[in-house]
């Protein structure tokens, strides 16, 4: 008896625990999707509001800096932050070009 209630408790512990994987992964998916369309967003506007010279400029240097940063620098970060420090790290320098439009 003791143990089929020992059983059951942990079986709903770690349902618990799924149910709280999966809702944080769900969270994080829509600020990600969020914060990445508003940027994708600002890249389509750009040509049309800068001029296209200066708005293919603007877009060419933030993907060869994004590049060059996923390339270089990913692993330090990573390494001296931890996942979701780096995360939220890069997520925020993503608001900045953002709030720089």
Sequence with gaps: MVQSTLAEALLSRTNAGKRRIMQNFILMSVCFAL?????????????????ILLGNISSGILYFQYTMVAAFFSYWTTANLGAKRTLI??????????ASY
């Design 35 to 51: 914060n990445h369309g508003t940027v994708t967003a600002l890249t389509a506007l750009a040509s049309s509001e800068l001029g």
């Design 89 to 98: 790290f890069g997520l925020g320098l993503y608001c900045l070009y953002v």
